[in-house]
């Protein structure tokens, strides 16, 4: 098994709340970190035998696993929370059970229905590119990454990743969504998918993806939604400092998983992304969403925005830690060029920070402190968190 950062993390939690949950998008790898983890019993909802009986007899079914276990797709028993609630508030004791699912919505709907306060979440994404790196399947150049993404099947199994995420795609289409009851309209709402995916890295619009969809702003304000509590995509917000300037001030739009998107835009090779006119949009979710697992990683919420003024200055992606902000700029280019820093040297002027906080993230190998602030390879993204 590749070693997931999030272990740690997900020990801490075991050790500390009864109930420990192990969420994130399918095929993440829940269930081989849960039983790589945890030295309990393995149980899966999924076997319709093994669902009648904690359906039917749910009480024993609990009891028969009275020292704990792992609860594969617990979601698919409702009911099994509301008896988890009275079985561990009788226990008063951590690490007993660790509930994994594929079904987010219905999964945290009877969590904080039932469990609230007795449970430690921990959410697991695709993998990192410093996971990748540290088992030695680090993919050679960036566009290699943004072609294959980071799903572990993907590695796990060498399956050719066009294959994989159209079937992940349709999958997702057909089970997840069709659990929204306000989601009827499928092939609508796949259009709308893909149109997300189009708009990586870019502020979000909602009346013109309503207007492209033919849905009103505030269903595409749902479906938004949707494809955030299933781990579809992500928004980062803008900074709210604005320095005496007039700031835009809606969400940029990301795709958790980089490669998900490419397919989505129908980018099936590196000569076509090569040719794409979105090729930076993906490279810059790319580098993005490392920051985002980078944080998920350890528990907390990653502290992230943009800043960009009505005059169209920017700065792709702001960093709130305990030392100050970090500015980051992200460049797809293979070579370096100072010209990368001008955006960068007009928000340092603004906000008074130091070259040494503000960082241009690259296509490219080499990493340097420069005058004018960090070159950063993106094979070294996260020395902008060190």
């Keep these: 098994m590749i070693h997931r950062t999030l272990q740690h993390h997900l020990q801490q939690i075991f050790a500390s709340f009864p109930v420990t949950a192990l969420v994130g998008p399918r095929q993440s790898g829940k269930t081989v970190l849960a039983q790589a983890t945890f030295s309990l019993p393995y149980v899966s909802?999924?076997?319709?035998?093994?669902?009648?009986?904690?359906?039917?007899?749910?009480?024993?079914?609990?009891?028969?696993?009275?020292?704990?276990?792992?609860?594969?797709?617990?979601?698919?028993?409702?009911?099994?929370f509301s008896y988890l609630q009275g079985y561990v508030d009788k226990q008063r004791k951590p690490g007993q059970y660790v509930l994994t699912g594929s079904s987010n919505f219905l999964m945290m709907q009877n969590i904080s229905q039932s469990l609230a306060g007795r449970v430690g979440i921990a959410n697991l994404l695709p993998f990192s590119l410093a996971e990748l790196t540290a088992a030695g399947i680090q993919p050679a150049t960036p566009d290699e990454v943004i072609l294959r993404g980071f799903y572990p099947p993907i590695y796990d199994h060498a399956i050719e990743p066009r294959l994989w995420l159209s079937n992940y795609f349709t999958t997702y289409i057909e089970r997840d969504v069709r659990l929204l009851q306000n989601i009827n309209d499928l092939r609508t709402f796949t259009?709308?998918?893909?149109?997300?995916?189009?708009?990586?890295?870019?502020?979000?619009?909602?009346?013109?993806?309503?207007?492209?969809?033919?849905?009103?702003?505030?269903?595409?304000?749902?479906?938004?939604?949707?494809?955030?509590?299933?781990?579809?995509?992500?928004?980062?917000?803008?900074?709210?400092?604005?320095?005496?300037?007039?700031?835009?001030?809606?969400?940029?739009?990301?795709?958790?998983?980089?490669?998900?998107?490419?397919?989505?835009?129908?980018?099936?090779?590196?000569?076509?992304?090569?040719?794409?006119?979105s090729r930076g949009a993906l490279f810059e979710n790319m580098v993005v969403s490392e920051f985002?697992?980078?944080?998920?990683?350890?528990?907390?919420?990653?502290?992230?925005?943009?800043?960009?003024?009505?005059t169209g200055h920017e700065v792709d992606l702001i960093l709130e830690t305990p030392q100050g902000i970090r500015a980051v700029e992200i460049k797809s280019a293979k070579t370096f060029d100072s010209s990368f820093f001008s955006?960068?040297?007009?928000?340092?002027?603004?906000?008074?920070?130091?070259?040494?906080?503000v960082y241009v993230v690259y296509g490219g190998k080499n990493s340097a402190l420069r005058s004018q602030g960090n070159e950063v390879s993106w094979l070294d993204t996260l020395r902008v968190c060190a």
């Design 45 to 80: 909802l999924e076997d319709p035998d093994v669902r009648e009986f904690a359906e039917n007899d749910t009480r024993r079914f609990i009891e028969q696993y009275s020292d704990g276990c792992i609860m594969d797709e617990a979601q698919r028993v409702p009911r099994l």
């Design 292 to 310: 985002v697992k980078y944080y998920t990683n350890r528990g907390e919420t990653p502290p992230l925005s943009y800043w960009r003024d009505k």
């Design 343 to 357: 955006s960068l040297s007009y928000f340092r002027n603004l906000s008074g920070m130091t070259e040494k906080h």
């Design 191 to 277: 259009t709308f998918v893909r149109l997300c995916a189009g708009r990586t890295g870019q502020i979000l619009n909602y009346s013109s993806l309503a207007s492209d969809c033919g849905v009103s702003p505030n269903t595409i304000k749902q479906w938004i939604s949707v494809l955030e509590a299933s781990y579809v995509l992500f928004l980062v917000q803008p900074y709210s400092q604005n320095f005496g300037k007039r700031l835009i001030k809606m969400p940029k739009l990301y795709f958790h998983d980089v490669g998900l998107a490419a397919h989505l835009m129908g980018v099936r090779s590196e000569g076509e992304l090569a040719l794409h006119s």
